[in-house]
């Protein structure tokens, strides 16, 4: 039997990579503009980074990470996100020193042992920002404002920013208990895993997918009722940012996220159209990751998201990304050897001077070289058969009109730039 891709991985054809080739160049462009530098982190860490600093209780960490022994007995895992190893990076290599504030990218695999459907892959890729040293709201509204203005550049529709505070260390605590005193009473209703998780983190329950769970929930306190003077007024202040730049939002106080280490901000911008797996993106501040990763306290904000759902929700949308990497020359060798060789040498010194250029290498017909250079969609061909090797030239051929032209071979670089 022939062997076939692990359940959960893509392969990604030149027709794919060329789409996100396209859409990583706009991201890495937006990157420059907004000032964020990249970092590269290893694919596999330390088991005890992602369960403290992800958490231990959450579904990422119990029941999804790719975890393994290596051969002098560590415990490894392969990244299921890249926050808390982009802390670990920041405190390891004393990023701190450089300057007050951060700015980070990253664009690369994770892992997650999940159940694959449309949208959810065991190896999947996200984009993400990681803003260290910045206490602001402004902060916090700079990576929303990144995230919304990029998926207006793709044009997608149909976005919906969902935002909550989930408050800090200090006003969560009577929160946990009023979630706690509400869901007493419903315990006998509430699936396994949500009676197991009241007692040591009942915020995870508003997370739950169960209907009878998600209809208990439906009634509960609202963090926001619970926000501290502080977080209630960080809480404002971002919200406000976003009206002053024109972005939309819902309020939803049931979003906790899936990873432990959120305060203040959390944020998930979602595309209904695109099934259950809505979420393209997801974010917030987590104030005491550093802390808990590095001993060192650090705020910091940021958010990542899934490279493979711009794919979905595009085709969702009828939409698709231009991305056609266009040849702007062909080259035709066609007679003996030294004209096929000339022809050689003028390809690679036209893609020496930067032009796209192609040729086929095969001895064929004249015929057959033009349905070549027709294929390839270039609006010059040039070519080199042995009446212009013996001349020192080339005919320029304009695909569109037919009309050729001789051109001495030095002088061909600046003719096609005037061309
Ligand atoms: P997350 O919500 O777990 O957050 O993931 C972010 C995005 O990655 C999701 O919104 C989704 O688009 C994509 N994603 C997650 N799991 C899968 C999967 N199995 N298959 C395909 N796509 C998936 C984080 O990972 C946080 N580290 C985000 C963050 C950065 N928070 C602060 N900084």
Not at 79 to 104: D, Q, S
Not at 241 to 247: F, G, S, T, Y
Not at 286 to 305: H, K, R, T
Request: aromatic share 10%; charged share 25%.
């Amino acid at each position: 039997m022939s062997i076939t891709r692990p359940r959960g991985t893509n392969d990604f054809l030149p027709e794919q990579t060329k789409k996100w080739q396209a859409v990583e160049a706009l991201l890495r462009n937006m990157c420059r503009e907004y000032g964020y530098q990249e970092i590269r982190t290893p694919m596999f860490e330390d088991t005890d980074l992602f369960a403290r600093g992800v958490g231990d209780g959450t579904d990422i960490v119990q029941k999804e990470m790719y975890t393994f022994t290596d051969r002098s007995g560590r415990s490894l895992t392969l990244r299921p996100e890249n926050t808390a190893a982009v802390c670990r990076a920041y405190g390891e290599n004393k990023l701190y020193g450089l300057a007050k504030e951060v700015k980070l990218y990253y664009i690369g695999p994770m892992f997650r042992y999940e159940r694959p459907q449309a949208g959810r892959f065991r190896q999947f890729h996200q984009f993400g920002l990681e803003y260290f040293g910045c206490a602001d709201p402004m902060a916090d509204g700079e990576i929303i404002t990144f995230a919304w203005d990029f998926y207006q550049r793709l044009g997608l529709k149909d976005l919906k920013l969902l935002i909550n505070s989930v408050g800090c260390a200090n006003c969560r605590p009577a929160y946990r208990r009023a979630l706690t005193e509400y869901f007493q009473p419903y315990l006998e209703q509430l699936c396994g895993t949500c009676r197991e998780r009241l007692l040591r983190n009942p915020l995870r329950l508003l997370d739950c997918k169960n209907p009878a769970c998600m209809e208990i929930c439906a009634g509960a306190p609202k963090i926001t009722d619970y926000l501290c003077g502080d977080c209630a007024e960080h809480y404002r202040q971002v919200k406000q940012l976003l009206q002053a730049v024109d972005i939309p939002f819902t309020e939803d106080p049931g979003l906790v996220r899936g990873l432990d280490y959120y305060t203040n901000t959390a944020f998930e911008i979602v595309v209904d159209s695109i099934g259950a797996q809505s979420a393209v993106c997801g974010g917030g501040r987590y104030d005491g990751l550093m802390q808990e990763i590095n001993g060192q306290s650090c705020p910091a904000v940021g958010f990542a998201l899934g490279m493979e759902r711009i794919f979905t929700a595009l085709a969702a949308q009828n939409e698709s990304i231009e991305a056609e990497q266009a040849v702007d020359v062909w080259v035709i060798g066609a007679g003996s050897r030294a004209a096929r060789d000339k022809a050689f040498a003028v390809t690679a010194a036209l893609r020496r001077a930067g032009w796209v250029c192609g040729m086929d290498y095969e001895d064929k017909s004249m015929k057959a070289h033009m349905k070549a250079a027709n294929r390839s969609g270039a609006p010059i061909a040039v070519v080199i058969g042995d009446d212009e090797a013996a001349a020192g030239g080339v005919l320029v051929k304009c695909m569109e009109d037919g009309s050729q032209t001789f051109v001495p071979e030095q002088e061909l670089p600046a003719y096609l730039s005037r061309k």
